[in-house]
């Protein structure tokens, strides 16, 4: 990485990516001399307009998919609810997304089908609609064959992750495909013209996780450029042609009437420059961090042999390991490790996941007290063998040491579970 | 200005501005080495959090608001349809903005009003409801009684830009949010409850006319971080408290729900670095455009004595002239200025205006064949006396040379309305 690393090391990529310094470059000229609005009509401006053209032709190849149907958001939270928006079908409304006048058509009848283990994004959007939240093993795999049940003659989108970004664990998407194209199939065959659309975020995987659409199967991907070293704040929904999106965003039309706003150029330039980058080093990058990651594994087992990995042992991000030390409370971890410069996450760093307990650990059925000891170490660009070794020595001390605390606070109380299971003293008792 | 100026003369203002340096400079650590997620649970990631809450102090503070009343949102457009959510009120919906279960409540009766020449996003957005467009005067200005007789008994939000983007004017926004308040104070005193709501979009003002919450009287404000050099895709939508705004993109809780994904807080910090220079040196700024922009219309004015000037002549955007040539074709003239590095806009750029007839310049009432011939200059800190002196050579020759050769051809013609008046010859005649 082109980063300077002070004294600290980070282990929470899935969270944040510093910007690359190939990315910051390419930005760079749209930022100063090529601030021009796309829309404005002179020969500069083109430029400028040509160059958010390219770029999103170079996102578009790196997926293999059409620029046409590469829509530049916000965000991968904002494609989501964008993609969302394809089940929210309306009388009135064609194929091709146009907005009967006034949007006041009804909603016709819709229903969709994601996962307990999402996003909150995704969760939120769900929750819009009559859905069903397919459940997930205890690695945190879901079932095609449950994912078929789950879904009803009315539903229109089937929304799910390519890999969670708490655990790590990487659906079979190709599988699920195939579900959905049978069901289509079926339609087809009973003269059911209602449509069904598969979405999947994978804001965490470009650049570990092979990200093509045609190999998904899907007919929408949500990508993110802040989680592989782009710019923060932009993401793009690639939605196949025919997939009837509609704006959540209203205004001057930009993004073939999708999303208005004044276009982000030098945040698509980066976007683009970063996943080109994630897509060619993929394949080095993730044997790289597999091998970190599975030798910072194996140490924390073997030191700590209750502790517990979750998300699937072969079919995970490689650079994630999510380890928890039953008993012991992670965000004392995360502050004894932050003060000797080691930077931990304990989950998704999202505002709704505040002092909430995981969903995504409830789902995979870890026990409150596993779940409560967890950490998400995320290894990335920033990780190397000596730094990933020296967190791996730290994290393993400061684990030993609040194991030996916890030891001593239950000799002193008498008994090894005196506040769990001692009834609770009558309040105003004291 | 901070900025290399090549050889161009860049006046085109109102449809973007170049990055400040200063602006730069606050935003380059969020950037680099404080690229943390701002919910993530380490002390250098809480940093990030307080940097990112003290731009949007700093924000309020420029326009005499509260923090907690901020949403820091992805641009001007995305802010104004936040705010005509407070419009969409449904059953079930609390003051507080609260959204019940699954968002599939009933909308209430429901009417909101705006002006004929408002940006696209306001006009899309009103669009979506029955609405009234409150005509305007030739100068461009909303009288307040038009606003009042607008106002049904079910209309819940008005929505008045401070500052016309292409022309100019300036709304007397304080009479129409006393009318809003005469309205509030009626049905009050009728017992009945029916919100009203006054927002305005003041993307273009900042800077240049004074955009304090309190002073307009308003109850929700769009600003934009592009147009006063600050970085791209970044605004806010600030609402008083107990205006019911709700999401329109859901997920992970940010901005007190209002808008969720992960924060973009170098965007937010270099806006409020922005907004900051742009507030305290909004007089001194205001006084030297318009100086600078009053000697340009004269001279232009002294040259072509046909030319017509539109907008408000006292309440007007201080650094912006709009200015028609009759017979002119204003694409001709845009392209011979660049050839000569002076960038000039025609109207609103955006994707909406492309390829169409202003709907400005149509409310105010301009014939066809002067609006064809207008020109946006937009005045800002690239602008100098001297470059602006020279701007002005160069529009009246190339002005002058585009009468001349309008005269030889309709000498050639022998009619000086021959294309015009002449009917089309049958096709296939050559």
New interface residues.
């Given amino acids: 990485m082109h ?2 690393q ?1 004294n ?1 090391i980070y282990l ?1 990529h899935a ?5 690359d310094d190939r990315v ?1 470059e390419a930005m760079a000229p749209f ?3 090529l ?3 796309p ?7 083109w430029d400028v307009r040509r160059a958010f053209e390219a770029a999103r032709a170079g996102l578009a190849h790196a997926i293999g998919a059409k620029p046409a149907e590469v829509v530049i958001t ?5 494609s ?2 964008l993609a969302f928006t394809a089940a929210d079908a309306r009388a009135g409304y064609g194929a091709d997304g146009e907005v009967p ?4 058509a009804e909603p016709a009848a819709v229903h969709v089908v994601t996962t307990a283990i999402e ?3 995704v969760l ?2 769900a ?3 009559p859905h069903a939240l397919v459940k997930v093993n205890k690695h945190g795999l879901v079932d095609p064959r449950d994912v078929r049940i789950a879904i009803r003659s009315d539903t229109r989108l089937v929304s799910i992750g390519l890999a969670n970004n708490e655990i790590g664990t990487i659906q079979p998407l190709r599988a699920i495909s195939e579900v959905v194209r049978q069901v289509r199939q079926e339609r087809l065959s009973a003269g059911d013209a209602t449509p069904l659309f598969l979405h999947s975020d994978a804001s965490q995987c470009a650049g570990q996780v092979d990200v093509n659409t045609s190999t998904l199967g899907v007919d929408m991907l949500t990508l993110n450029a ?1 989680k592989i070293y782009g ?3 932009v993401g793009l929904l690639w939605a196949a042609r025919g997939v009837p999106l509609r704006p ?7 993004e073939r009437g999708l999303r ?8 698509a330039v980066g976007f683009a420059r970063a996943l080109q980058m994630a897509v060619e080093s993929r394949k080095d990058e993730a044997k790289r961090l597999s091998a970190l990651r599975d030798s910072l594994q194996r140490r924390l087992l073997k030191e700590f042999p209750d502790a517990v990995v979750s998300g699937h042992k072969k079919h995970r991000l490689p650079g994630l390991l999510h380890i928890s030390f039953p008993g012991l409370d992670a ?1 004392r971890l ?2 004894l ?2 003060a000797q410069g080691v ?4 989950g ?7 002092a909430t307990h995981s969903h995504v650990l409830e789902a995979i059925g870890l026990e409150p007290e596993v779940a409560d000891g967890s950490l998400r170490l995320s290894l990335g660009r920033l990780s190397t063998e000596k730094n990933t070794a020296y967190a791996g020595d730290l994290i393993a001390r400061e684990v030993q040491g609040e194991y030996e605390r916890l030891e001593r606070n239950q000799t002193l109380m008498g008994s090894s579970n005196f506040w769990d299971t001692e009834p609770k003293p009558p309040k105003g008792l004291w």
């Fill in positions: 980063m300077e002070g600290w929470d969270a944040a990516t510093p910007l910051r930022e100063t001399e601030f021009f609005n829309s404005a009509p002179y020969a500069p401006a916000a965000g991968a939270t904002e989501i609810n006048d006034g949007d006041k996003h909150a994004a939120s959007c929750a819009a609609f802040a710019p923060k704040q959540i965003v209203h205004g001057g039309g930009q208005s706003g004044t276009e982000n150029v030098a945040g965000e995360v502050y490790l932050e930077y931990v996450g304990t998704a760093a999202c505002a709704a996941n505040k």
